[in-house]
């Protein structure tokens, strides 16, 4: 299912022109389909559901009030990762007894927030951390659900700045230290161990470290239990591949082959944790060309998103298709290939950085100041690492449903830049 589809001679999200909204919003614009967010949560939710699971979304992948309220009315939970994104999931009107909160570096105000909240679990990342949260808990008299974070020392073969499961990546912790932690769990009174927790890193295009983690994760809750422990959840985290150049992500089904026979052989709960392979293809960003220019040999396209919207390529080397709004050639199954009608030419934004652009050596057809340009695949790390790095207001961001459109986002205005300084 693409919403993204070009009709005649446009782009449309949905059934709403994309030209028509970059005319009404103004560039740089966020577009996101409700029927493609909403496909693919229920695509994962169907394909695991012999175990029915509880599907966590990564909310640090679009936090967006309103993506976090429709993913909650499909019966999504939530996966946070600090009081930040806990405050938006119920700012949104969702349980929190169904969430789980992971990352290194949780402060005991963040705890306490989420004892408040009866989340689910937290997803515990170092002794130091299952110490505190047994001191938070002890002093709200509660008793705190933990997993903890297996580093299960898997090689997810994805960017080395997005591998979190292998030996020597700040994440979870090793096998040693997990069991030696489930011992002190078990002997104190204000923490209960509820599952084992593992996040492979992202995005991983094949099952085979799905399925070691399944197969470590069964052999963990075994040992568990037979020392005594009532630990009954699993959550294999999220990671799941995104077709960001056409398809190279298996679907949601082909995963849960490979994990669902251990889940049911190891009888516990499953968590998942996915944010990419929901909110990625459900967005784009929608450019306009200031300018273009020949130096040094080269066509560049200068046009008005930059690495403080969409940093993926500059902080990842990431690919992302890019094709104009209203072009004459049509768009081609490879994007990476020799375009016949088109020349080579790297697209870069107005910051005032080398590092700044979204695509490089890229066939693109002739495009002229004025036209819009569509980046594919942004609605996942998107607006979220964007900043407002050379005093550059975000872009809005609108919500495409069937025929109808709404601000989600408004543009930022130059008041905005400056509200929260003091002179
Ligand atoms: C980032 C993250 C996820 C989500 O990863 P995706 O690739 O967006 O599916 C899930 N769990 C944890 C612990 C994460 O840090």
């Given amino acids: 299912m693409d919403p993204f589809e070009y009709r005649g001679e446009q782009l449309y999200c949905e059934d709403v022109s994309v030209s028509q909204l970059a005319e009404e919003f103004g560039t740089p614009l966020w577009v996101y389909s409700q029927a493609k967010l909403v496909h693919e949560f229920q695509a994962i939710r169907d394909a695991f559901a012999a175990v029915d699971p509880v599907i966590c979304y990564s909310v640090k992948a679009n936090s967006n009030l309103s993506l976090l309220k429709i993913l909650n009315e499909q019966g999504s939970s939530f996966d946070v990762v600090s009081g930040g994104e806990l405050y938006r999931v119920r700012e949104a009107g969702a349980d929190t007894t169904r969430v789980v909160?992971?990352?290194?570096?949780?402060?005991?105000?963040e705890?306490?927030?989420?004892?408040?909240?009866?989340?689910?679990?937290?997803?515990?990342?170092?002794?130091?951390?299952?110490?505190?949260?047994s001191a938070v808990a002890a002093e709200l008299g509660v008793v705190a659900p933990v997993a903890l974070r297996l580093n299960p020392d898997i090689d997810a073969k994805?960017?080395?700045?997005?591998?979190?499961?292998?030996k020597g990546n700040k994440f979870g912790m090793d096998i040693e230290r997990h069991n030696a932690l489930a011992d002190k769990v078990l002997a104190d009174s204000h923490l209960e161990l509820r599952g084992i927790h593992m996040h492979l890193g992202?995005?991983?295009?094949?099952?085979?470290?799905y399925e070691k983690a399944a197969q470590k994760a069964f052999d963990v809750v075994t040992e568990l239990r037979a020392k005594g422990h009532k630990t009954n959840w699993v959550n294999?985290?999220?990671?799941?591949?995104?077709?960001?150049?056409?398809?190279?992500?298996?679907?949601?089904?082909?995963y849960a082959d490979v994990i669902i026979p251990w889940i049911q052989k190891a009888e516990c709960r499953l968590a998942l944790e996915?944010?990419?392979?929901?909110?990625?293809?459900?967005?784009?960003?929608?450019?306009?060309?200031?300018?273009?220019?020949?130096?040094?040999?080269?066509?560049?396209?200068?046009?008005d998103a930059a690495m403080n919207d969409l940093v993926r390529p500059a902080m990842y080397d990431s690919f992302h298709r890019i094709?104009?709004?209203?072009?004459?050639?049509?768009?081609?199954?490879?994007?990476?290939?020799?375009?016949?009608?088109?020349?080579?030419?790297?697209?870069?934004?107005?910051?005032?950085?080398?590092?700044d652009y979204l695509a490089k050596n890229r066939w693109l057809p002739e495009v002229h100041r004025g036209d819009l340009l569509c980046t594919f695949?942004?609605?996942?790390?998107?607006?979220?690492?964007?900043?407002?790095?050379?005093?550059?207001?975000?872009?809005?961001?609108?919500?495409?449903?069937?025929?109808e459109y709404r601000i989600i986002r408004r543009r930022e205005t130059y008041d905005d830049l400056i509200a929260h300084e003091r002179v």
Wanted: proline share 7%; net charge negative; glycine share 14%.
């Fill in 101 to 109: 909160f992971a990352g290194v570096g949780k402060t005991d105000a």
């Fill in 111 to 133: 705890i306490r927030l989420a004892l408040e909240n009866n989340i689910l679990m937290f997803n515990v990342e170092s002794e130091a951390e299952l110490v505190a949260i």
């Fill in 158 to 166: 994805t960017h080395a700045k997005t591998t979190t499961g292998k």
């Fill in 202 to 209: 992202s995005p991983i295009n094949t099952t085979e470290p």
């Fill in 236 to 254: 294999l985290g999220g990671g799941f591949g995104l077709n960001y150049r056409g398809n190279e992500a298996p679907p949601a089904k082909t």
């Fill in 274 to 303: 996915p944010g990419r392979s929901i909110a990625g293809n459900a967005g784009i960003l929608v450019s306009q060309v200031i300018y273009t220019k020949r130096e040094g040999g080269k066509l560049f396209i200068i046009q």
């Fill in 323 to 355: 094709w104009p709004v209203r072009p004459g050639v049509a768009a081609p199954a490879d994007f990476e290939a020799e375009i016949a009608g088109c020349e080579p030419a790297d697209v870069v934004g107005p910051v005032c950085e080398s590092g």
């Fill in 377 to 403: 695949s942004a609605g996942a790390y998107g607006t979220v690492m964007s900043s407002n790095y050379n005093s550059r207001p975000r872009g809005a961001e609108v919500l495409v449903n069937g025929g």
